[in-house]
C-alpha cells in the first residue's frame, strides 16, 4: 500500500512538473494520462487510458515498427518488452503499462546491434520483414533470460505468427543470436548496401528528440521530466 501510495506520488509529481500545477492524490485518481518510460524515455500519453500500449506507440509516439497484425492476440506482431517481458501491446492498455519500462524494436539496439538482430539478418530469416519485429522481440526476451536455448525453448517462447514461413531459419538464427551472447561466436554483419543504420533512425521521429515524441499531434504523447 506504501509502495502503491509513493508510486502515485511520483507520478503526481511528474505531472505537477508538466503541467507546472500542484497535484494532489485525489487529482491523480481521477488523471487520464499515462506515464511510462518508452526506450529510456520518459513519455506521458494525453489519450483514453484503455487506449491499447500498440496504438499508443504507433499513433501517437510514431514507432511504427511495432506492427499491428491482428489486434487479438493471436500473431504477436505486436511485441514489446515491457519491464522486460515480451507482451502483446495490442492486450496491454496504456493504463496497465502506467509506471513500466517499455522497449520497442527501435530501442532494442540503436544501431540494429542486438545479437538477435544480427543473427535474424545474417541467418536470412526475414522475408516480407512485417513479424519481424514481434519476432525479435520474443527472441531477445527468450535470449536474455536462457542464452542457450533448445529448439523446443524457441517454439515455446517464439509463439509469432509468420506469413512467409520463416520458422526452419528462425531455430537457427535464435540459436545463433544466443551463441554470440554467449560470446562463443561473432558476426560481422555488413550493413544492407544504400540503408545506414543512421538513416532508418532518422526516419522515426520519436528517435530522434523530444520534439519528435508526439509525431504530428505533440499534444497526445510528451516527453515528461524524471521524477
Ligand atoms: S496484433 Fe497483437 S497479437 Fe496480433
Ligand atoms: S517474414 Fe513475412 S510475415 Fe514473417
Redesign the pocket.
Given at each position: 500500500m506504501a509502495t502503491a501510495r509513493a508510486d502515485k506520488a511520483r507520478h503526481c509529481l511528474t505531472i505537477a512538473q508538466d503541467r507546472q500545477a500542484k497535484c494532489t492524490l485525489a487529482q491523480i485518481t481521477d488523471d487520464k494520462m499515462p506515464a511510462m518510460t518508452v526506450n529510456g524515455r520518459p513519455v506521458q500519453f494525453d489519450m483514453d487510458p484503455e487506449t491499447p500500449l500498440?496504438h499508443a506507440l504507433r499513433d501517437a509516439s510514431n514507432l511504427t515498427g511495432t506492427k499491428?497484425?491482428?489486434?487479438?492476440?493471436?500473431?504477436?506482431?505486436?511485441m514489446v518488452l515491457v519491464d522486460g517481458e515480451a507482451l502483446?501491446s495490442?492486450?496491454v492498455t496504456i493504463a496497465e503499462a502506467e509506471g513500466r519500462f517499455v522497449t520497442t524494436i527501435e530501442g532494442l539496439s540503436p544501431d540494429r546491434s542486438h545479437p538477435v538482430q544480427q543473427a535474424l539478418v545474417a541467418e536470412q530469416a526475414i522475408q516480407c520483414g512485417f513479424c519481424t519485429p514481434g519476432i525479435a522481440i520474443a527472441a531477445a526476451a527468450l535470449i536474455r533470460r536462457n542464452p542457450d536455448p533448445s529448439e523446443q525453448d524457441i517454439r515455446e517462447a517464439v509463439p509469432n505468427l509468420c506469413r512467409c514461413g520463416v520458422y526452419p531459419r528462425l531455430v537457427e538464427a535464435i540459436q545463433r543470436a544466443g551463441r554470440v551472447t554467449r560470446r562463443r561466436e561473432t558476426i560481422s554483419a555488413a550493413p544492407v548496401p544504400g540503408i545506414d543504420p543512421a538513416d532508418a533512425a532518422q526516419s522515426v521521429p520519436a528517435m530522434r528528440g523530444p520534439e519528435g515524441m508526439g509525431g504530428d499531434d505533440p499534444s497526445s504523447a510528451t516527453e515528461t521530466s524524471e521524477p
Open positions: 500498440l499491428y497484425g491482428c489486434g487479438v492476440g493471436d500473431c504477436g506482431a505486436c502483446r495490442c492486450l
